[in-house]
């Protein structure tokens, strides 16, 4: 029986199991800020909110709208402008889904449009 210690956590594999078990860093640090406020895009839809919590590896956003349609996006980041709003009050984002993320400098977005 092949037996791992991680942190001083035994970890056994399971019979018949051929996959390797693979264990990464925990996270120490996130590049976002509680409180402050952001456009998200991730690999399947955009979001806008403030940072309420980071838990491990998820943000909880306040104020959050999910954004069907940026329109133009340098007109998105730089102006505030959306096409598409769907405000959802609070959002919950797993950063493992996201492709960036960028400052939103603007009021959230809080009328569906």
Do not use: C
């Not at 942190?7 to 996270?27: F, R, W």
């Not at 998820?58 to 405000?87: Q, R």
């Amino acid at each position: 029986m092949e037996k791992l210690t991680l942190n001083g956590i035994e970890y056994v594999k399971a019979k018949g199991v051929k996959k390797e078990l693979v264990i990464s860093e925990p996270i120490t640090e996130l590049p976002f800020k509680v409180g402050e406020s952001y456009f998200i895009r991730t690999v399947t839809f955009h979001l806008t909110g403030r940072i309420k919590e980071i838990i491990g590896k998820f943000l909880v956003l306040e104020d959050a709208s999910w954004i069907p349609d940026s329109g133009t996006f340098s007109n998105a980041i730089k102006e505030g402008k959306l096409d598409e709003v769907e405000p959802v009050d609070e959002a919950i984002v797993n950063t493992d889904s996201i492709t960036d993320a960028f400052s939103w400098k603007h009021k959230l977005p809080d009328k569906q449009k």
